[in-house]
């Protein structure tokens, strides 16, 4: 034993002097919406696509990131939230349920129509060919992120025996969204729903801590996970659940009606 602690003591003390290996980067990789399956499976739509567009869908919940030691500007969630929208939107029933149009950047899309107008009657005149009307939306998906609670369920376990321990501590927050569609003709809010999606964070340790050579030369080890939800995946899938719900909810109050399987 009397070799065992001083050939430690060299391993621990050339690990922390010599460079570590680099990690390796990891290649990007497509993010698929969480609830794909559930938006591709929704039934088609009797009718034709809706025209619908999509403004913004902002944080309105002020949240900033938990942070112990210094004073956090960032902000919990995230402030593009609209692009999941769209693509919510995009994806339901295999893209046969909305026709989403730009909007976000729409003061770019009107300056650049106005260039290709202008340069096409410099140097064609009058009678040059015109751009084809823009499409217009018969409802609005408006809305946006109302809720984020921090520590709403906290907690923990743990044990040590014979200066050998590990605990285990976890952490569930919650955020919430809310989707409306609206008529454009009328301004009348047609439906509405609110979703709550929990994040969850769970972190593990185990420590080690021991005597010897007669109780003098002390030995510790430690060992630690902590694995958390990421913020704007749960956004998201909360979002996609709202675009399920809300199409469905609209089934229901008989704005619209799916389309009946035809039986072989």
């Known amino acids: 034993m009397r070799w ?6 060299l391993f621990l003390v050339g690990c922390s002097s010599f460079p570590q290996k680099p990690a390796i980067l990891e290649k990007p990789k497509l993010q698929a919406p969480p609830l794909e399956q559930q938006l591709r499976n929704l039934p088609p ?3 034709a696509r809706i025209s619908i567009a999509v403004y913004s869908f902002v944080d309105k919940t ?3 990131k ?3 030691s210094y004073a956090s500007f960032s902000s919990a969630v995230t402030q593009g939230a609209e692009s999941w929208v769209i693509d919510a939107l995009r994806i339901a029933g295999n893209g046969q349920w909305f026709q989403v149009l730009e909007r976000t950047s729409l003061d770019n899309i009107i300056r650049e129509r106005q260039l290709i107008n202008q340069t096409r009657e410099t140097f064609q005149g009058r009678d040059a060919e015109k751009l084809t009307p823009m499409l217009f939306a018969g409802i609005i998906a408006e809305g946006g992120i109302i809720g984020y609670d921090t520590n709403i369920i906290t907690g923990g376990a743990g044990a040590s025996v014979l200066g050998i321990s590990s605990s285990t501590q976890y952490r569930k927050d919650v955020v919430t969204v809310s989707l409306r569609f ?3 003709q009328t301004g009348e809010i047609l439906l509405s729903v609110a979703v709550t999606k929990t994040i969850s964070s769970v972190a593990v340790s185990g420590n080690l801590f021991k005597f010897y050579e007669h109780g003098v030369t002390p030995v510790e080890a430690e060992l630690g996970l902590t694995a958390n939800e990421p913020n704007t995946i749960a956004v998201r899938s909360a979002i996609e659940q ?3 719900e809300i199409v469905d909810q609209g089934q229901k109050s008989g704005f619209w ?8």
């Open 66 to 68: 938990t942070v112990d």
């Open 4 to 9: 065992f602690t001083p050939f430690l003591l």
């Open 257 to 264: 009606k799916y389309k009946t399987p035809q039986k072989q």
């Open 62 to 64: 002020g949240q900033r």
């Open 45 to 47: 739509p009797e009718s």
């Open 182 to 184: 609206v008529s454009v």
């Open 242 to 244: 709202a675009v399920i």
